[in-house]
């Protein structure tokens, strides 16, 4: 599928976000003709981690939650790794942006501990969603529905539970930015 012309906000959290679930869907979607624009709680650049505690590669922030809108963008896409996902979930501002896409109908991925921003952002009720096994219960507490699969795909919702999933990850969140709005995402908080 092309995404020519598809603009896709990628998070990152400095010192968090998991390596291998930012870069692989980085990779996937500028494969697939997307401009992506990496968006951070801080401008300059951040490191990844490799599991909890090893150091991964350094990258570039484009933007800040304090300057970019939802409306910019025709999809997100949420990478995991423990600390960098509780990092965004805590942030008002990113919390914010999150919830914006959501409210549009626009396509979101979310992988791993990824799904924490949308907890926080209180878009989850009715909605069927997977992520690493510790987020069930989190889900479940705001009204979604978890399963243990692969990758699972709601009304423009695409989540994955860990690394080893990407290969679907990818391959949904792609076909799910190239239909655009789904009016079924669409969710107000």
Known sequence: MK???????????PRGTEDVEYVR????????????VTVS?????????????DPGATYR????????SADEFDGLVIPGGTVGADKIRASEEA???VRGFVSAGKPVAAICHGPWALVEADVLGGREVTS????????????GRWVDRE??????????????????????????????????QRRSA
């Open 3 to 13: 995404l020519d012309g598809k603009t896709i906000a990628i998070l990152i959290a």
């Open 25 to 36: 869907p980085k990779e996937a979607l500028t494969r697939s003709g997307a401009t992506v």
């Open 41 to 53: 709680l801080e401008a300059g650049d951040a490191q990844t981690v490799n599991g909890d505690l």
């Open 61 to 68: 922030v484009d933007r800040t939650f304090a300057d970019v």
């Open 95 to 97: 919390v914010a942006f």
């Open 132 to 143: 690493y096994p510790s987020l069930a219960t989190d889900i479940r507490n705001a009204g």
């Open 151 to 184: 990758v699972v795909v709601d009304s423009g919702l695409v989540t994955s539970r860990k690394p080893d999933d990407l290969d679907a990850f990818c391959a949904k969140m792609i076909e799910e930015f190239a239909e655009g709005v789904h009016d079924g």
